[in-house]
């Protein structure tokens, strides 16, 4: 997963980024968590983007969230079914984004 994060480029994704990341090799799925709307700088054109995202490999479940870069919140196993392991990540991803919880950010990972 480090391979991902560090194709990441360093500001949070578009929507549509994230879902071209879906027919990346590495992935199974890619999900934004949470949206919001913004201007790109070099056309002053309206986008959607994701500050917070799950990223998911045959065999784990990786919640991140960018904040001076792309920081990992939640990594959890898939299994057979990985609907607990996305549901956790989902949860640790919105509480990374609420104000006052960035500071925890490494602990969550432990």
Same mark, same amino acid.
């Given at each position: 997963?480090?391979?991902?994060?560090?194709?990441?480029?360093?500001?949070?994704?578009?929507?549509?980024? %994230?879902? *071209?990341?879906?027919? &990346?090799?590495?992935?199974?799925?890619?999900?934004? $968590?949470?949206? +919001?709307? /913004? =201007?790109?700088?070099?056309?002053?054109?309206?986008?959607?983007?994701?500050?917070?995202?799950?990223?998911?490999?045959?065999?784990?479940?990786?919640?991140?969230?960018?904040?001076?870069?792309?920081? %990992?919140? *939640?990594?959890?196993? &898939?299994?057979?079914?990985?609907?607990?392991?996305? $549901?956790?990540? +989902?949860? /640790? =991803?919105?509480?990374?984004?609420?104000?006052?919880?960035?500071?925890?950010?490494?602990?969550?990972?432990?």
């Amino acid at each position: 997963m480090a391979d991902v994060l560090d194709s990441l480029p360093d500001r949070p994704l578009t929507t549509t980024e %994230v879902a *071209a990341l879906n027919d &990346a090799d590495a992935l199974d799925l890619a999900l934004p $968590v949470e949206t +919001e709307e /913004a =201007v790109r700088t070099e056309d002053d054109e309206p986008v959607e983007i994701a500050t917070g995202v799950i990223l998911a490999t045959p065999g784990r479940v990786t919640g991140v969230v960018h904040d001076d870069g792309w920081t %990992v919140v *939640a990594a959890e196993p &898939a299994g057979d079914d990985r609907t607990d392991a996305l $549901v956790a990540c +989902e949860d /640790a =991803v919105e509480d990374a984004l609420k104000p006052g919880e960035r500071a925890d950010l490494d602990e969550r990972t432990d």
